[in-house]
């Protein structure tokens, strides 16, 4: 079988989409070579880097790269010529696909927090991922929660929504090394102990709040020490952010890193003494994921997917109420003894998920796509 891949999201530094499909992509290679498999990308300099890494895996390079353009006209003639039995994306397929898709749905969060979103990506996705998902072979998603959403949002049957939990790679583990801790730390600007976030500046990370609430601890505790780490690209909406920034007294102790390399994320979840992800809405929740495998005592939110992830490892706050958050996040750096043991616990939680587990999965749904559409050409 011939399975087409829609790895555009690659180098785009989408944190999630981006981190999901070269994960999977990469998982897959080590434990299928029986199929075939095209990768599609958009970015020449990302293409290069994938061209002859493995011996089932060949690269296709689309143009033009816009999504107006990509997913309607180029993409396709692209799936036609690359002769693919069927096609993997993310969200969205083009329009007119003769051949069975699997689509992975992270989230619904723009059909619940449409205000989230600019008009034009409102318009776009409520066009287009209804669309895939009813036309799909298999909907694949990341947790029983968004599972149960998109069925019932999109009223599909059960059985065609799938769950293929996110992983996370042996790269996010505690780092011991205190040289290597105090370099990354030294690289962005960390002078102090922090408390630290990860996640793109737009509203749905509720990264407003969380400025709020460390604004409210500061005044609740004169001596406070730690400075608030905030990691991410600015991605849209994100003014009301920076505005928080400026009316906060204690602006010079926050830092804002924009994106960071992959390779530098484990020793800044390692070196914080609190992980705080305090997101309204979320079909998974990666950085929860990583900074647990990497002994990071968690804070986040006690709604969607995310006490579903966290399990028993962290502590879950209402995402709306600031005094909340400040008082937690006080108690876990007063209580070394639950730190300890929030970081014990969220070690053990996050060995429960692998990129591998993830590959197997999807490639269990891509043979009964596959075995179903044989058998539908074999009756015409």
Known sequence: MRIGIDAHAIGSQSTGNETYIKNLILALAEIDRLNEYVLFFTRPEVAR??????????????????????????FPLAMYRAGVDLIHV?????????????VTIHDLSFEHFPQFFTPRERFFFRRTIPHTARRAAKVLTVSEYSRRDIINTYRLPPEKVVVTPNGVGPEFRPTRDEERLQAVKKKYGIERPYLLSVGNLQPRKNLARLIKAYSRLREMVEDFRHQLVIVGKRAWLYRNILHEVNRSPYAGDMVFTGYVPESDLPDLYSGATVFVYPSIFEGFGLPVLEAMACGTPVITSNSSSLPEVVGEAGLMVDPYDEEAWARTILRVIEDRQLRNELAERSVQQAARFSWHRTAELTLAVYREVGARASIEVARR
């Not at 880097?49 to 006209?73: C, D, K, M, S």
């Open 90 to 102: 993310q969200y969205t397929a083009p329009p007119f696909c003769h051949k069975p898709i699997v």
């Open 49 to 74: 880097q994938w061209e002859g890494r493995f011996p089932n895996v060949r690269v296709q390079l689309i143009r033009p790269h816009t999504p107006y353009a990509r997913i309607p006209v180029s």
